[in-house]
């Protein structure tokens, strides 16, 4: 084990770590586009060595632009070296800046590199006597080695002294500059001696030692025994000269002359202001959020978050533009007596808006209980209204129902305007206490997932941390961790008041940030208010109806479940020879490659063979082995998530499954739902459908489930205009037929059922952006036929390929594409150097604008179909669920008939496109006999 003595200099080869860190994942970006992965490579490693090392003097050295000495003595050194990706190029000057705000030294000295810098100082501090720790991921420092340098690389995390560099090369740290002259170096172009590898380098040094010394015993040569040596001293005799080249440039300089002493590298002070403005500026929000932690204040953001057009307004506008310090120093009230509620309360009441939350004791929305209030109607200044803090030694608080009697006329006037932070979740835990809350105007996690939706996550704090530069007070925090973490009302007033303060506060201030760079787009601005607005009551109340479950049914499918992955674990122990953990990576990447030899289709980030589901699934086409280990994963799955968890999930008050519907989370602006997830369970299979049959009607009632027909397809139609498409659509044509027809080049009526599965893959695999060869794979047929299929396809439908090409030069001009109701998408990789993520940014601006534009049709059905239930009397339907293109309802057994075609119809109309909208109903006494 190599020990470090003492504090270390640390000398980090800059240069090196860089393009490793451009290269290796993740391959970040920020909302704007710009490439961010190799600066935080690079200052990840940076601190981690302060972090383990504490050194006093450090500096990170880099290659300074320009031409070196090497270059004077070969012309053709580094010549073959490709142009510096612009995406790399663009983080240096950035990275630059942070490790100077970090108070790390950063050198760049001209007419040598960082390996000659670094090798100059390190020799230095040899001749001092003190222990330098150069970290690099380059072999050539090797050479610089001794008993006072170590070398670390930081992303491996292993250390080289002189007996490190014996181990990994076979040769002592003073005959790697020999070791490196006789291998050459492509990628600099250091000729070296031909058709020598590591290899043979190494045992010529082995045998006779240094390059002089070989030379000097050129007729030993013939003697050692590894391949070539009986012709090795002919060429060495050959290619003398350019042996003695090429050591001269593998050598690094130890004695440049620097502008500097060693004294000049102590680390200083860390500039956390400047540091807070930079991470902001690239979004690493974790380490912004440590530096506020600090004390570090940066201003909001007066510049295009997005990267697209949009702008905040000048300061004093909305008061948009606000310092962090007026933040910290807000005036936060906690209200204890009638005289200030009854002050607030007025306040309140002449508010133009008014931002609010509460607190509570869970997160689950049908079991949290009110513990306070927050509110704010200006930027700096909140209230506080505990209703229910119990800890001993709690001061006497306002009575909870008398605080609500109060409150209720004025929670629930739809004409004072309030704004919140995810207030569907507040709108359900006050609906516990009969207050229905009316007159939400504005969400602000709404307006930055409407603004952007994949510009940063839309909670609070990353969004506070986004939009003003502001760290806000977590729970954790206030409550503590894990298995002693306090609930809201047992933390001590004076913290929890300034928490709930703070989030009515900075919920004001991040709407006074967002909307305005909302209005400067109209379609943003009606999808906030004409869709996801409107939602937020609709998805309130179906959370809290919930869905009835058939709690035996799904503990019998858990034993049948069972039953089948006990056969299948005992099939793959049959066939791999022994039994092992179906479940372990590790097991399964050595039965699957090393002991049976499948082919390796793809690899992890650490370069072990990945035994991924999509790669499974691939394997699984050719080969029994993976297919059982797949089947055996998705029964797996199905069985701990739904039939063993779903009955435990079920409210004892309701005896219903209520799940939780989540606006802000898919980029396309599909509803996704957690607790549990209605949208992972498999219609396509019979064990998810058996699933579906535990969703059951109550007595006296029917599940009814509506859902679109070929949306996606419809919506392509509409976007493309083709000609062929919107014909077959208009004439009510099975459009997998029609285009088998039109690809095929027969009869509608003479179509095959293989043929019309092929059109059908075709249809779908271009709209999810797959390749010639993704669509070879699916039909098992080969990639030539395929692709004539893709090109017959175009040929047919010319209008879709039109489509798809001026949909990839919006999305590459502007960097977003948009829905038909005007959502956008942004692709931040839509530019991106690396071909692979560009080319996935592509298909995603293909498929976006259709995926998006579904997701808007089925919230507007959802919005249609809501407004027509609650304008009747006695309504006979309620809206239990929604899951993709399908809404599922109870209905009255008694008016099924005459409900259905009124659903059918709402939704046909939810949205005008010039092909027919078709919706399709069935019903049941479960869900899946519904569909």
């Not at 129902?401 to 704004?419: R, T, Y």
């Not at 992890?604 to 050719?622: F, K, M, R, Y």
């Not at 390749?771 to 299929?789: C, I, P, T």
């Not at 047919?796 to 949909?807: A, H, I, N, Q, S």
């Amino acid at each position: 084990m190599v020990s470090i003595p003492g504090t270390p200099l640390i000398l980090v080869d800059g240069s090196s770590y860089l393009f490793r860190a451009y290269h290796a994942p993740p391959h970040l970006t920020n909302s704007r586009g710009e490439a961010t992965g190799a600066i935080y490579g690079v200052v990840n490693m940076l601190k981690s060595l302060l972090r383990q090392y504490q050194p006093e003097q450090m500096a990170v050295v880099f290659d300074a632009k320009g031409p070196t000495f090497r270059n004077d003595m070969y012309s053709e050194y580094k010549a073959h070296r490709p142009p510096m990706p612009d995406d790399l190029r663009s983080q240096i000057e950035p990275l630059h800046r942070i490790i100077e705000a970090m108070g790390l030294p950063l050198l760049c000295v001209s007419g040598v590199e960082a390996d000659d810098v670094i090798g100059t100082l390190a020799r230095q501090a040899s001749q001092q006597g003190r222990h330098t720790l150069i970290s690099t991921g380059d072999k050539d420092m090797a050479q610089l080695v001794d008993q006072h340098v170590t070398l670390i690389n930081t992303m491996t995390n292993t250390l080289l002294d002189p007996q490190g560099v014996v181990d990994k090369f076979g040769i002592p740290p003073e005959l790697i500059i020999d070791y490196l002259a006789l291998m050459g170096d492509k990628v600099d172009n250091i000729p070296g001696l031909p058709g020598v590898g590591e290899k043979t380098a190494a045992a010529l040094l082995q045998g006779l030692g240094s390059i002089e010394q070989i030379y000097q015993q050129l007729d030993k040569v013939a003697t050692l025994t590894f391949r070539g040596a009986k012709t090795m001293a002919a060429k060495l005799d050959e290619y003398r000269s350019q042996l003695e080249l090429s050591y001269q440039l593998a050598t690094i300089k130890t004695d440049v002359e620097l502008p500097y002493q060693l004294a000049d590298l102590m680390i200083k002070t860390a500039d956390n202001e400047r540091l807070a403005e930079l991470y902001k500026e690239c979004e690493f929000r974790r380490w912004l959020s440590e530096v506020l932690s600090a004390g570090a204040t940066v201003s909001a953001d007066t510049e295009n978050n997005t990267g697209q057009d949009v702008a905040l307004p000048e300061a004093g506008t909305e008061e948009a533009s606000q310092d962090s310090d007026k933040v910290t120093s807000a005036n936060y009230i906690t209200v204890l007596d009638k005289a200030a509620f009854n002050s607030m309360l007025e306040q309140l009441s002449a508010a133009e808006l008014t931002a609010f939350d509460t607190e509570t004791t869970s997160l689950d929305y049908m079991q949290a209980d009110l513990v306070g209030l927050s509110f704010a109607t200006e930027a700096g200044n909140a209230w506080y209204v505990p209703v229910a803090h119990d800890y001993v030694g709690a001061p006497e608080q306002l009575e909870r129902d008398w605080v609500l009697a109060q409150l209720k006329p004025w929670l629930e006037n739809d004409s004072k305007a309030k704004v919140g932070q995810n207030l569907k979740y507040d709108q359900s835990v006050l609906a516990r206490y009969n207050i229905a809350l009316s007159g939400v105007v504005f969400d602000t996690m709404l307006e930055s997932y409407v603004l952007n939706s994949v510009a940063a996550r839309h909670d609070m704090d990353s969004l506070a941390l986004k939009y003003l530069g502001y760290k806000t007070v977590s729970f954790e925090d206030i409550a503590g961790k894990g298995t002693k973490q306090l609930t809201f009302n047992q933390v001590e007033l004076e913290k929890a008041a300034h928490y709930a303060a703070e989030d009515a506060d900075i919920t004001l201030r991040l709407h006074q940030a967002l909307w305005p760079q909302l209005k400067q787009h109209n379609g943003l601005v009606t999808v906030l208010q004409d869709i996801e607005m409107p939602l937020v009551d609709i998805l309130s109340r179906i959370e809290r109806h919930g869905v009835l479950i058939d709690s035996k049914l799904l503990a019998k499918q858990s034993e049948q479940l069972a039953e089948r992955i006990a056969e299948l674990e005992k099939l793959a122990f049959e066939q791999a020879g022994k039994p092992f953990n179906l479940s372990s990576p590790k097991q399964l990447q050595e039965i699957l490659f090393e002991q049976m030899k499948l082919p390796v289709l793809k690899k992890t980030p650490t370069g072990a063979p990945s035994t991924a589901e999509d790669v499974l699934a691939e394997l699984a086409l050719e080969y029994d082995f993976p297919k059982l280990i797949t089947e055996h994963r998705g029964l797996t799955k199905l069985k701990s998530t739904y039939t063993d968890k779903l009955p435990r999930m079920q409210n004892k008050q309701t005896g219903r499954v209520h799940t939780s519907y989540h606006q802000a989370v898919a980029a396309t602006g599909r509803l996704s739902s957690t607790d549990p997830n209605l949208q992972n369970i498999p219609i396509r299979t019979e064990e998810g459908r058996r699933i579906r049959q535990a969703f059951i009607a109550p007595p006296g009632k029917k599940i009814v489930a509506v859902d679109y027909s070929q949306i996606e397809l419809r919506i392509m139609a509409h976007l493309s205009q083709d000609k062929a498409l919107l014909e077959a659509f208009a004439h009510g044509r099975d459009i997998h037929r029609a285009t088998a027809a039109e690809v095929f080049g027969v009869a509608l009526d003479e179509v095959t059922s293989d043929q019309r599965r092929s059109a059908k893959a075709v249809n779908f695999g271009l709209i999810y952006g797959m390749s010639a060869f993704g669509l070879a794979k699916q039909l098992g047929v080969s990639r030539s036929e395929a692709q004539q299929y893709v090109d017959r396809y175009f040929e047919r439908f010319p209008g879709v390929l039109d489509y798809m090409e001026r949909t990839r030069k919006q999305a590459h001009e502007s960097g977003y594409v948009e829905t038909l109701f005007g959502r956008r998408l942004y692709l931040p990789e839509i530019n991106a150097q690396n071909m692979a993520r560009r080319k996935g940014a592509e298909r995603a601006a293909i498929n976006a604008p259709m995926q998006g534009t579904a997701a808007d049709i089925i919230k507007k059905a959802m919005i249609v179909v809501d407004n027509w239930l609650r304008q009747q009397t006695e309504p006979a339907a309620t809206m239990i669920m929604q899951v993709h293109d399908e809404l599922v309802f109870e209905v009255d057994a008694d008016k099924v008939s005459s409900v259905k075609p009124q659903l059918v119809e709402l939704m046909a109309k939810a949205a005008q496109l010039d092909v027919p909208l078709l919706a399709e109903a069935g019903d049941g006494d479960n869900w899946d006999q519904a569909h």
